[in-house]
């Protein structure tokens, strides 16, 4: 009896440490896939560097009480079959991942999540992951500030071209 609880001690201590160097942690019920989906969605968490698994729902609220401010995990929100996404880099990561996954698999649904400290519903999950990856952002920019450069030299180009083509018929 006393290893059940070794074990589950352990399993708490290994999720308050996940938790306390998390940037985000997504919570999701993951009723209703199969084994190959969840096979396939777990390797898409593990190339993006995102943890996934399903814990049960008292060592979760046991763990983040120890962790401190998030009482997010508690008996109203944390109900049901449920499995946690936590990221320590990127933190929209996970809930990129479930949104994309789930326009395929709707079974697949957000029930909630922290992202850097705030407190995100599923709804907000679902708009968090709308926003485009820093990457796609620094590119439109880039693109952006390409464009103007780009028609002048054109433009120039197209000028000097006009000039040997008179040149050349004088």
Same mark, same amino acid.
């Given at each position: ?71 997010? #995990?508690? +008996? ?6 449920? @499995?946690?996404?936590? *990221?320590? =880099?990127?933190? %929209? &990561? ?24 705030? #407190?995100? +519903? ?6 968090? @992951?709308?926003?485009? *990856?820093? =990457?796609?952002? %620094? &590119? ?31």
């Amino acid at each position: 009896m006393s290893n059940v609880i070794e074990v589950k001690k352990s399993v708490v201590a290994d999720l308050v440490e996940k938790l306390g160097k998390s940037t985000s942690c997504v919570v999701v019920d993951y009723k209703g896939l199969t084994v190959e989906e969840v096979t396939e969605l777990r390797n898409k968490f593990r190339e993006a560097g995102v943890d996934y698994k399903v814990y049960k729902n008292t060592l979760v609220r046991r763990a983040a009480s120890e962790v401190g401010n998030m009482d997010m #995990f508690d +008996d109203v929100n944390l109900v049901g079959t449920n @499995a946690l996404a936590i *990221s320590y =880099e990127d933190a %929209i &990561a996970p809930a990129k991942i479930i949104n994309d996954f789930a326009k395929d698999h709707p079974n697949l649904e957000f029930r909630m999540g922290y992202v850097e400290g705030a #407190f995100y +519903d599923a709804e907000k999950l679902t708009e968090l @992951a709308k926003i485009p *990856s820093r =990457e796609q952002l %620094i &590119a439109k920019l880039l693109g952006s500030l390409k464009a103007p450069v780009s028609n002048f030299v054109y433009l120039l180009d197209a000028v000097a071209k006009k000039k040997d083509e008179e040149e050349q018929s004088a």
